[in-house]
C-alpha cells in the first residue's frame, strides 16, 4: 500500500503554559467555530532578553477549509492589531485537529499575557499526518505551479512541490499538493493562502483545505475533494510520474 507520513514532532522551549485570555478566547470561538474552548486551548509564553514570543495552541481545531482560513487570516489580524505583534501559523495539523500560532512581539505582547510566574518547561506537539492509499505521485502542472508561485512564492518550485492522487473520501476523490519547501505563515501569506485555496476548488470544481502546515519543517499540503467525473482530474493522469 502506498503511503506519505509526515511524523515530525513541533516542540516549543521555555515555555510557561497560562490559560488564553477570555477576550482572546471568545473572538477565537466566535470566526473559527470548531471547537476552541478553555479546555483544549492554552497559551504558551517565552520570554527573552530581546522579544516575548506567545504560542495560542488549540488541541481541537477542524476549520481549515477555504472560507475557514480567510476567517484564520481575520483573527490572525485582530490578534496583531490587539498585541502589536507579528502572528504566524507555527503548526496546523488536520488528522491531529491541532492549530498552533506564534506571536512576536515585545512590551505589549508581554503585558497581556505575562508575567511568568513558576518553572518554564519544553513542550512537543506531535502527530503523524497520513496520505492513505495514494494511487500515483506526479509533478505539479503549470496551471498549478503559476498560481501558487505567485501568490505564495517562498518557495515552492518544481522541484519541492508535486501532487498526489489520493484514494476515495465518500463519493468524492481526493488530491494532494505537497509542497517541502513553504516558508508562507504570516497574517497577509494566510489571507493568499485563502486565494489560492479558491483557484483550486474553480479548477478541480470541489472543496479545497489546508490540511498540514509545519513552518518549522517547512511543509504544507492542500487538499482538494473534487467529483469523480472531473475532467481536470482526466487531464492530470496524463502526466508522468516523477
Not at 507555527?90 to 515585545?106: F, R, S
Not at 501568490?151 to 501532487?163: A, E, F, K, S, V
Request: one cysteine or more.
Amino acid at each position: 500500500m502506498r503511503r506519505i507520513v509526515l511524523d515530525i514532532d513541533y516542540e516549543m522551549v521555555d515555555v510557561y503554559q497560562k490559560a488564553l485570555p477570555q477576550e482572546i478566547l471568545r473572538v477565537f470561538q466566535k470566526m473559527l467555530p470548531d471547537h476552541p474552548s478553555e479546555i483544549n486551548t492554552s497559551a504558551y509564553l517565552q520570554e527573552s532578553d530581546y522579544e516575548t514570543t506567545v504560542y495560542v495552541s488549540c488541541g481541537h481545531f477542524e476549520d481549515n477549509s477555504a472560507r475557514h482560513v480567510y476567517n484564520l487570516h481575520k483573527f490572525m489580524k485582530i490578534l496583531e492589531l490587539y498585541t502589536d505583534a507579528e502572528v504566524h501559523i507555527a503548526y496546523l495539523n488536520k488528522d491531529y485537529e491541532h492549530i498552533i500560532l506564534e506571536l512576536i512581539g515585545d512590551e505589549r505582547l508581554f503585558e497581556i499575557f505575562g508575567p511568568i510566574l513558576g518553572e518554564t518547561k519544553r513542550v512537543t506537539i506531535g502527530f503523524p499526518y497520513r496520505i492513505e492509499n495514494y494511487r500515483r505521485k506526479m509533478r505539479c502542472p503549470k496551471w498549478i505551479m503559476e498560481p501558487l508561485k505567485l501568490l505564495l512564492p517562498d518557495h515552492p518550485d518544481y522541484r519541492n512541490t508535486y501532487i498526489v492522487l489520493g484514494g476515495k473520501y465518500g463519493k468524492v476523490n481526493e488530491v494532494y499538493i505537497i509542497c517541502e519547501h513553504f516558508e508562507c505563515t504570516s497574517t497577509s501569506e494566510v489571507y493568499n493562502i485563502h486565494r489560492f485555496l479558491k483557484i483550486l476548488e474553480d479548477i478541480f470544481d470541489g472543496s479545497a483545505y489546508l490540511d498540514y502546515l509545519h513552518s518549522s519543517a517547512a511543509i504544507a499540503v492542500f487538499k482538494i475533494l473534487y467529483p469523480e467525473d472531473s475532467e481536470v482530474i482526466k487531464e492530470l493522469e496524463k502526466e508522468s510520474y516523477y
